[in-house]
């Protein structure tokens, strides 16, 4: 009876050594083809309806923002019938509410240069009905707002973080709440929810500072942690125990992409800590990505890479363990996806569209010009891990 004791400890031991243990990654994950889009785009939006794949707007081929829903059945892995759209937008967010609606949000509008006037902010919103293949236009946002970020809230409602404010949005009444200021005004910034609704904002356009808005108090903090550096076009993640991991992004004072982490420690918001992550075994960077949690895992993909000299649209995929923080190499994708839009399924990931850079040929006071603009890509790809 004595060595119970002993025994009991030890079998605790191995337990939590079993439990820290990382994951061990899938066998011989590996991506394969899929139909290609019906139009290809970059810069869309994306969420999941039932079983289908909503994908909105974007900037196809001849640069003018797409007026269409493109839907993909999860189940056949084949497009459906695409749906009307109040107007074309690219950069903006849409979220799927409880009800199945989808809420789209601001974003720009327009025709790209040099192939139109260039683009501009919008504060449209509208209402997609996947079921009845209608969309509607609701009550806009009090601004537009070029590049926001958007999320579904634990009680239902949606909120939109963008320029200087957020804004919280009822689906049981179709309206805007009043603003919650943000403590800089951001774009290209980065967004997470936490187990308990808060909201984090990391980084943004010349921006390193990092806040959490309570969307029930409707107020916005800025923590003590901040980035090292300005960062844009970054992603970040929630882990179990709501500490955040971010995750590359561009320089914006160097224009560099960057392959670093960093873990976001908020448990005390009064001494909220940052310290450094893993590296993404990227040595040029990565911004621009799509990051998807897929049962256990996390997969980031695609996205570029700026550095002096050049730039790189990225084929490739890294798969994040979020419990013990490691980051495995995955197979190359057959193509960049460089802003592409993505979607977690049983199996792992598809990924849908983005760019490459491109040589043009237009005409350009009265002569022939060269330009290099965004080609879409029309490809889709699943990575299957399971």
């Known amino acids: 009876m004595k060595h119970i004791p002993i025994l009991a400890a030890t079998v605790l031991l191995m337990c939590a050594v079993a439990v820290a243990a990382p994951m061990q990654p899938p066998q011989d994950p590996k991506w394969e083809p899929l139909p290609d889009m019906p139009i290809p785009v970059l810069s869309a939006a994306i969420s999941q309806v039932g079983e289908l794949a909503v994908i909105t707007g974007g900037i196809p081929q001849h640069g003018t923002t797409l007026d269409q829903a493109q839907i993909f059945d999860l189940t056949t892995l084949k497009w459906k019938e695409p ?68 999320h579904l809230l634990p009680d239902g409602r949606a909120i939109v973080i963008g320029g200087e404010s957020a804004l919280i949005f009822n689906p049981k009444t179709n309206q805007w709440s009043r603003g919650i200021g943000l403590r800089e005004d951001r774009q290209s910034h980065a967004t997470t929810v936490l187990s308990d609704g808060l909201v984090v904002v990391v980084g943004g356009i010349h921006r390193s500072s990092i806040e959490v808005i309570d969307p029930i108090a409707g ?76 049962g256990e895992w996390a997969v980031l993909a695609g996205g570029e890479s700026q550095f002096s000299g ?77």
């Open 83 to 150: 749906i009307k759209l109040i107007t074309g937008r690219t950069f903006h967010a849409q979220v799927t509410l409880p009800d199945g609606r989808v809420l789209i949000m601001g974003g720009q509008t327009g025709t790209v240069k040099p192939l139109g006037e260039g683009l501009k902010p919008t504060a449209l919103c509208e209402i997609l009905d996947v079921k009845t293949g209608v969309s509607r236009e609701i009550a806009p946002l009090p601004r537009p707002i070029a590049e926001p970020t958007a």
């Open 219 to 294: 107020v916005s903090k800025r923590l003590g942690a901040a980035l090292p550096h300005v960062n844009d076009d970054l992603r970040i993640l929630t882990l179990a125990d709501d500490r955040v991991w971010i995750l590359g992004g561009q320089h914006s004072g160097t224009g560099h992409t960057i392959e670093e982490t960093w873990i976001l420690d908020l448990s005390d918001p009064r001494k909220s800590t940052i310290t450094a992550g893993p590296k993404l075994q990227m040595p040029r960077g990565i911004a621009d990505s799509c990051l998807i949690k897929t």
């Open 310 to 386: 050049g730039d790189v649209e990225l084929t490739v995929a890294r798969l994040l363990d979020p419990k013990s923080l490691k980051v495995y190499p995955l197979p190359d994708m057959a193509h960049a996806h460089d802003d592409a839009v993505a979607i977690a399924t049983e199996r792992g990931i598809i990924i849908f569209g983005g760019f490459v850079e491109g040589t043009v040929e237009l005409p350009f006071g009265g002569i022939s010009k060269k330009f290099r603009l965004p080609q879409a890509v029309p490809a889709v790809e699943q990575l299957l891990l399971r």
